[in-house]
């Protein structure tokens, strides 16, 4: 049978409120951080809507995890007395001169509806907050404090609360709901596993249409219309494309370079849907295939990947990949003539090992300077538990990035000189090679599983390239010309 159109439509519509996880869900995660509560009142503050037209606004995790509630300026009030628990929300109320800019809102009536919490305007937030705070010196705060001062929003309102009740101890609640995120229930990994397929899928469509002479902004165009046009809110971090040179640098980007033959490419990429995150990265030659050294660099880091992820079963810890991983690493650099041995140091003081206490460092830190991996939900690095459980969600990314100038940084010392003058001319060969392959895994009653199942394997990537997508259409050649001409850096 037909639907009438207008039922069609009513399904259709998005819901301010993530549809996928239902109402009793966000209520039983605020029962679960009630039962971790004293009694007392607890306040969690939503996002603050942007104050510019062009900027976007996204809720702040914890709170979205605790509500699902989508609309800026917000906040839920918890309190708790005798074990009983009741909540509130405040919301901006419906203005329509308001909404002719910015869009229609639920309000009051709506959020009540929807949610199914008890709601109020936004205005009777400040009172309802005296009331309650006339009864009580305690206040639990969810929210962006910042550090030592009240530069944040949330910090501001939570100083107004102080300086009306002078005797208010203010105490962060942040990580009781970061607890609560470390273990995803059936719901969130659906959506999660929706963010990281779109991931894939841009993935896929970026690596077919590499080649040489095309700018890596014009891969992220094609990253973020992939991410949109299969319902994803956004990158979930800012997208890192970047060869040659650029594929060296961790968090490049500025993704404004020309991918030149005999480059690699390293896409570091994420998509967040329903406030969901994933992270996915791929190195690819740009030519379409390695050469013997990027081959050489690329295979070691799939190797110590390969390792890390043997070492991911539920009850390890971080530190278990971690060794798995750095001892392929560190093996396989000094098979290739980049370090001395797999347990070779250097003086300290160099660019990654500057924390480290030790007069000495790793030779291994100046190829792999970052953490393996990470945990991923309602953002891109979420809560950790650094023990594998049920429910966790986390990324396994090593990689080796040989910057033409890193020997350059180390401090001035006889043994850094002897180091230097052995390893330069290896170095020299490898120059401007960076490789990173990251992966998404899910822990659950029965294990770790890879989700994130893209091409990965040299052989793989290698006949992917093969299958270039049609040729974009011709670029204005006026445009490219007036672009190499005032491209102020030089990557």
Known sequence: MRRPLLVLLSLLAVSP???????????????????????????????????????????????????????????????????????????????????????ARLGVDGMRRVTGIPSRSMEQLVPALDSLLALSDRLAVIGNLGGDGFETRDAQFVASLRANHPKLRVLPANDLVARLRMRHSAA??????????????????????????????????LIDYTFRRNGADRPSFATTVGSGPNSTALHYSANDGYMQAGDVVVMDIGASYRGYAADVTRTVPVSGTFTPEQRAIYQLVRDAQHAAELAAKLGATSSDMDAAANKVLGEGLAKLGLIESPDATFDNGAPGCQRNIARRCSQLSLFYFHA??????LEVHDPTSYRIAPGNTFTIEPGIYVRATVLDNLPDTPRNRAIIAKLRPVVQRYANIGVRIEDDYFATESGVEWISRGPREVTEIEQMMRIRAAVPAARDSSMVNWYRQTEPITH
């Open 372 to 377: 393996l991996g990470h945990a991923i939900g």
């Open 17 to 103: 409120l993530a549809a996928q996880i239902p109402a009793a869900e966000y209520t039983a995660r605020r029962d679960s951080l009630a039962a971790t509560m004293d009694d007392g009142i607890l306040l969690a503050l939503g996002g603050e809507e942007p104050a510019e037209d062009f900027l976007t606004f996204y809720p702040a995790p914890s709170f979205y995890y605790l509500t699902g509630v989508t609309e800026p300026d917000a906040a839920l009030v918890m309190v708790k007395r005798k074990g009983t628990v009741y909540s509130m929300l405040f919301v901006e109320p419906r203005d329509p001169a308001r909404e002719a800019w910015t869009g």
């Open 188 to 221: 969130e990994l659906a959506l999660e596993r929706k963010a990281i397929d779109i991931t894939v899928r841009a993935q896929h469509d970026a690596i077919s249409a590499i080649r040489p002479g095309v700018n890596e902004f014009e891969i992220q165009a």
